[in-house]
């Protein structure tokens, strides 16, 4: 059985012509997005300022009523 | 008022809605191509003829291009969501917390299983298991649109949450109502049919070029007839949930239906434009300056009450009535803006008053301060708004928007049906002059699709939640200097994908249907 998918798989690859360019985007895209834009450029705002779910609600809280006035 | 940081709030909206953009111009070709294929495939299947397979194979292709490309450009949209929007995605809480998260993994493993048998399996599989694998891809690709469409619905018409002051979010209390919203359904139907209109454009546009290059005549003659047919099919179901849109945006966004026909002064038995060029004089809403230079209603009389209000006769209100208020609605009498910002300062009053009782260990008062919060929650955002014009979005941007998608809408129902009439007379290859207005039309196949996000998103100004939050509120503190440049490199990152699918997809469709 799992021979079987191994084969379908191996054998699907070798054949690609265009998908070969395209899971070379593919992957040099994810790479941008994950491993450079996400760590570098997109950290989570609440997550690398606050460490519990009780001061993210705080600060939020105070955020909202803070720009009100 | 604390000093808002203007340049912030731009750029972040400016990359949300550039990314969001560049994002719609990969998706609804994939919808669409994938209905065309499976079709393709279908009537191979049914028929055993070869001619059907190479053509099924050709548009795979190109479904394949556009798929791998596009595939998870749309997560970006998250993580401006926790950087640049922090203050929104924790507020909204649940809505693009889990639903999101397991959609997202079924799609993906759905599309990973039978986007691989797809493509892959050609003899391999049995005919009819290859068949059910195409569908099913198409059908994965089509619901990992439902629930960002759902929460985008939810945005315009919040209902089913509720907002719980201890942890400053919005509580799921009735899924079934959140997901069966009809403004989710109708937006889900609208989106998806506008992927399936440009699909069959895309389809009709590149077999005409074949007809014009006198190739492959007979795939591209298949491949007309069935663009053409969905196309009709299509058109006259995007027409169809557009209506039930201008509908819904009566009912809940009655500014936005105002700014897409640029009424200022409500009336009853209200016309609706077919076309109109505004008058650029008009700046304040409350002069007596004309909006308009010139403009033509539809010839029925009081459509846009209709449309509306299903009512020929229904007051239809405009920017000047939604600000003042006074006039009936279901719900009684509609407030002025400065009774709604007077209950939006109450509110927000209140949950700081529940914050120091909290602190304070008073209960009572909390008790107190969370009722009164609550009974003026449905005015929120109206809290952060000082003067009644910022209630009103672009009326340019949105007004001509609007315009453009409907008028183009009717245009491609023309271009279908005498596309099928042509085919029908077996003599389409030698009506140049439609081949070319086919291939030319590709293009506003998408410009169409933006247009409506434009009347969806700019139409909702200043909320990012209907009256609960408008988009100052929902920003993150920090820099404008960062989210200009994360601007900048996103912009670099879609156009280098952009220039690859154009030419990859330009390539394949030069080799025609006989490699595939
Ligand atoms: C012909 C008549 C049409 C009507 C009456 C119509 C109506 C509307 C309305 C009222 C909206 C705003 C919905 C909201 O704010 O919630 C909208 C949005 C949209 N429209 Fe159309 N539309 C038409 C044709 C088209 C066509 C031809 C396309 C593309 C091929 C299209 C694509 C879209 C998209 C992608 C959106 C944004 C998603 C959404 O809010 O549903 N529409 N349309």
């Given amino acids: 059985m799992f021979n079987k998918l191994y084969i379908f798989y191996r054998d699907g690859f070798k054949n690609m012509t265009v998908g070969k360019t395209l899971w070379l985007i593919v992957l040099i895209k994810l790479f941008i997005m994950f491993a450079i834009l996400k760590v570098f450029f997109f950290p989570d705002y609440l997550n690398t300022n606050f460490d519990s779910d009780e001061s993210k609600a705080n600060h939020v809280r105070q955020e909202l009523i803070n720009k009100s006035n | ?516």
């Fill in chain 2, 1 to 516: 008022m604390e000093l808002l940081d203007v340049s912030l709030l731009g750029w972040s909206r400016a990359q949300f809605a550039m990314t969001a953009m560049y994002h719609w111009l990969f998706v609804p070709l994939t919808l669409g191509l994938g209905i065309v294929m499976s079709v393709m495939e279908t009537l191979y299947v049914k028929t055993g003829k070869e001619e059907w397979k190479k053509a099924t194979k050709f548009w795979m292709t190109l479904f394949g291009v556009n798929f791998a490309i596009g595939v998870a450009t749309g997560i970006i949209l998250e993580f401006e969501f926790g950087t640049n929007w922090s203050n929104y995605s924790w507020f909204v809480g649940d809505i693009f917390g889990a639903p999101l998260a397991i959609e997202g993994i079924m799609a993906f493993f759905m599309e990973a299983t039978f986007i691989s048998i797809m493509f892959f399996g050609w003899n391999k599989v049995s005919q009819k298991f290859h068949l059910a694998s195409t569908w099913l891809t198409v059908l994965g690709a089509t619901l990992s649109a439902l629930w960002i469409l759902v929460a985008n619905a939810w945005m315009q018409y919040p209902i089913g949450m509720e907002f719980n002051p201890d942890m400053t979010r919005n509580e799921m209390i009735d899924f079934w109502s959140i997901l069966l919203s009809p403004v989710a359904i109708n937006k889900f139907l609208h989106t998806v049919f506008s992927g399936w209109v440009l699909g069959a454009l895309f389809v009709i546009g590149v077999s005409a070029w074949f007809l014009l290059k006198k190739r492959d005549t007979d795939f591209a003659l298949r491949s007309m007839k069935v663009g053409a047919i969905f196309g009709v099919i299509a058109t006259a179901l995007i027409i169809l949930t557009g209506d039930g849109s201008a509908y819904h945006v009566s009912q809940k966004q009655p500014m936005k239906l105002a700014v897409m026909e640029g009424l200022y002064e409500g009336k009853t038995n209200a016309d609706l434009l077919a076309f109109g060029v505004l008058n650029p004089d008009k700046k304040v809403y409350n002069d007596s300056i004309d909006p308009f230079l010139m403009k033509m209603p539809v010839p029925v009389p009081g459509m846009l009450s209709f449309l509306g209000y299903r009512d020929f006769d229904a007051f239809v209100p405009g920017i000047k009535d939604i600000i003042e208020g006074g006039y009936e609605t279901p719900k009684g009498t509609a407030l002025p803006f400065t009774e709604k910002k007077a209950r939006g300062k109450a509110a927000i009053r209140a949950l700081a008053d529940y914050q120091k009782a909290m602190a304070a260990k008073d209960t009572i008062s909390a008790a107190t301060y969370k009722a009164v919060l609550k009974e003026n929650y449905a005015y929120f955002g109206y809290g952060y708004l000082e003067n009644p014009e910022e209630l009103i979005p672009n009326v340019p941007m949105v007004f001509y928007s609007f315009h453009f998608m409907v008028g183009l809408g009717m245009y491609f129902l023309a271009l279908f049906v005498v596309v099928l009439f042509f085919v029908y007379r077996k003599n389409i290859e030698k009506q140049k002059w439609l081949l070319w207005i086919s291939l030319l039309t590709i293009p506003l196949g998408y410009v169409a699709g933006e247009l409506g996000w434009v009347v969806a998103e700019v139409g909702r100004q200043p909320w990012a939640i209907q009256d609960v939050l408008p988009v100052q509120a929902a920003i993150s503190n920090i820099s404008s200097e960062s989210v200009k440049l994360t601007f900048f490199l996103f912009l670099i990152l879609f156009t280098a994908l952009l220039v690859a699918e154009v030419r990859i997809m330009l390539k394949q469709i030069k080799k025609g249907p006989e490699t595939h």
